[in-house]
């Protein structure tokens, strides 16, 4: 790669951003959607692909508004269809993070399970419940994470298919 050529350098840091946000997606406390998003601005905007790099980054922009809409809508309905609390998830996150320091790479899925057991088992003084209140709880985060991996990936078909456009 001739690093004197600016669009190509663009390209290849644009590709960084967007490859680590696909894996950021699967990897929590890094922005997976906002880093493949951000890639592909970068193409559009500073890549001088012109009409190509607009509609990349106007549909880029679209997909991510749609992503980030139905990536808390989607799982949040079917929570409050459950009967599980918005108290109850921000208190599991909380524990989650905890665990993510406590416990390294594993963590924050154990302390959010266990943060939303403890917080329903209080709230429904039975286990059982708790128990089915927490496994609509880890429902809600794999759907939330498929979408947000969707997202991603629609976002990164856009922008391949800009390259190859462009």
């Not at 809409?69 to 921000?90: C, D, E, I, W």
């Not at 429904?124 to 419940?129: F, I, K, V, W, Y």
């Amino acid at each position: 790669m001739d690093v004197t050529d600016s669009s190509g350098l663009v390209s290849f840091i644009s590709a960084l951003a967007v490859i680590v946000g696909v894996v950021g997606v699967l990897i929590p406390m890094l922005p997976g959607l906002l880093l493949c998003w951000a890639g592909v601005m970068v193409w559009a905007l500073f890549g001088g692909h012109g009409a190509v790099g607009w509609t990349v980054a106007v549909a880029a922009t679209i997909v991510l508004a749609l992503g980030f809409v139905a990536k808390y809508l989607v799982p949040g309905r079917n929570l409050k269809r459950a009967g599980v609390s918005n108290l109850t998830l921000l208190l599991g996150g909380v524990c989650g993070i905890v665990g993510f320091f406590l416990i390294p790479v594993v963590g924050l899925v154990i302390g959010f399970v266990l943060g939303i057991y403890l917080v329903e088992q209080v709230r429904l003084r039975d286990s059982r419940r708790a128990w089915v209140s927490t496994k609509h709880a880890l429902k809600a985060a794999g759907v939330s994470m498929l979408i947000e991996l969707a997202t991603a990936l629609v976002i990164t078909g856009i922008w391949v298919a800009g390259l190859f456009a462009a």
